[in-house]
């Protein structure tokens, strides 16, 4: 019995960008389209089948520890992008400005899916949700820059609608208007204190 199942969900690719160097800046340039490998899109900043461990992280691993790297992939929802933007008190959010991957439209409390989600593309291409992508200074920094007096108000904004991280699970390709399906794991949620009850009678 499968253990994802497929949803009525689907999502269209509105945007593709690539951070050609996250040293310099977490801008990411547009692309119409994007080659992905295990590794992510390649020359991409945050890709890599490894990285080191950051402060996400610090409960498990030491900082610098190499570790599988589930980051290569910022994923952003094109309705939740345009409500962070209102809650900003701008017309609009450039992708670029966040380092975005990927942009869709189409499913509804994106940043919320089960982590272990795959989002599946018309090639086959395989994108595995790792979790939430808390929002961090670094986005705010380039907003501030293209629209000063804007960049101090994204991590509010964004608080629940950053959008979520990802890595390849099977390579493929990706294309401006490109469909994506959604499948979840097909499981219930998680009920400690059930079992917990259970034991206890």
């Known amino acids: 019995m499968p253990a994802l199942k497929p949803t009525d969900y689907t999502a269209v690719v509105t945007w593709l960008g690539c951070v050609n160097d996250r040293e310099t800046s977490l801008r990411a340039v547009a692309r119409e ?3 992905l490998t295990y590794a992510g899109v390649p020359g991409e900043s945050h890709g890599g089948l490894t990285r080191p461990a950051c402060s996400r992280v610090s ?3 030491a900082e610098g520890t190499e570790i599988r790297n589930e980051r290569q992939l910022s994923i952003l929802s094109a309705e939740e992008l345009a409500l962070v933007a209102a809650d900003m008190g701008l017309d609009a959010l450039n992708p670029s400005w966040l380092g975005a991957s990927l942009v869709i439209k189409g499913i509804p409390d994106f940043t919320y899916v089960p982590p272990g989600s795959r989002l599946q593309g018309p090639d086959g291409v395989t994108l595995v949700i790792d979790m939430e992508n808390r929002p961090c200074i670094y986005p705010g920094k380039v907003i501030e820059e293209e629209r000063p ?4 108000a994204f991590l509010s904004a964004a608080k629940n609608r950053r959008g979520v991280t ?8 990706l294309r401006i208007g490109d469909t994506l399906r959604l499948h979840t794991p097909d499981q219930r949620a998680w009920q400690p204190e059930m079992k917990a009850l259970q034991a206890a009678g």
């Open 59 to 61: 409960a498990q691993h």
């Open 166 to 173: 990802g890595w390849v699970q099977r390579e493929g390709s």
């Open 149 to 152: 007096g804007f960049g101090r």
């Open 33 to 35: 389209a994007v080659q």
